[in-house]
């Protein structure tokens, strides 16, 4: 059973408007949520993340919201550009029971059309 | 080299072959993981080593076996594997083992024919 889901295989955003992708999770002990970018033929690599004594963290075009009650987060670009068209990874962690390593998803592909 | 390394970039073996995948980090961390990723299927954990010891196992079959000869490099030795290990295996390294952040490789695309 997948901890956590990203119910959205793909999305197609138009260039300057506003991306959401969406994540979910069931275990209630995760306190610790990122985001990855994966580029084909490269490696994930880090773009924002989120604790859950927070409700949003915002980095740049990057906004992170927490919904803790409804075990959901999503990842919000603004405004959309090309260059964020990736595959986007959400992952999570319980680092307060001691667990560090972290759960993903499978992956959302952004496609932003100029 | 920067970052994380990780050769070969693509392999196809057959079922009786044995090889091993490398991966390389420059950047001073004490934890190195290696990951699964599946078509369609989240990443998934397969080794830990902090500070060249192993920490975590996820019930991963015998026919991989892992190697971390020193902080820097992490090996994956395959023997026997079956078409359904087919898949990109990613390297990742972090300060520590409780560090937020992991820094991945690119991967290797194994084909097992």
């Known amino acids: 059973d997948q901890q956590v889901k990203q119910n959205s295989p793909s999305l197609s955003v138009q260039e300057g408007r506003i991306s959401i992708l969406n994540c979910d999770y069931t275990n209630s002990m995760f306190d610790y949520f990122l985001w990855y970018k994966k580029y084909p033929a490269e490696g994930p690599t880090f773009l924002i993340s989120i604790s859950s004594i927070k409700d949003k963290n915002e980095d740049g075009r990057f906004t992170v919201f927490l919904n803790k009650s409804a075990k959901h987060l999503s990842l919000h670009i603004v405004p959309s550009q090309p260059g964020d068209s990736a595959v986007y990874f959400c992952?999570?962690?319980?680092?307060?029971?001691?667990?560090?390593?972290?759960?993903f998803g499978t992956g959302t592909r952004l496609k932003v059309l100029a | 080299e920067t970052g994380v390394t990780q050769t070969p970039r693509h392999l196809v073996m057959g079922m009786t072959n044995k090889k091993s995948l490398k991966c390389e980090q420059h950047l001073g961390h004490n934890a190195m993981y290696w990951y699964k990723q599946s078509a369609k299927k989240p990443l998934e954990l397969m080794f830990v080593y902090s500070l060249e010891e192993r920490v975590e196992n996820n019930s991963v079959p015998s026919r991989f076996s892992p190697e971390c000869p020193n902080s820097s490099h992490l090996f994956l030795h395959l023997h026997t594997l079956q078409p359904e290990d087919s898949a990109l295996y990613l390297c990742?390294?972090?300060?520590?083992?409780?560090?937020?952040?992991?820094?991945f490789g690119p991967g290797t695309r194994l084909t097992v024919t």
């Open positions: 990742a390294s972090s300060q520590e083992f409780s560090s937020y952040e992991q820094y």
């Open positions: 992952a999570a962690s319980a680092r307060n029971s001691g667990t560090y390593k972290y759960i």
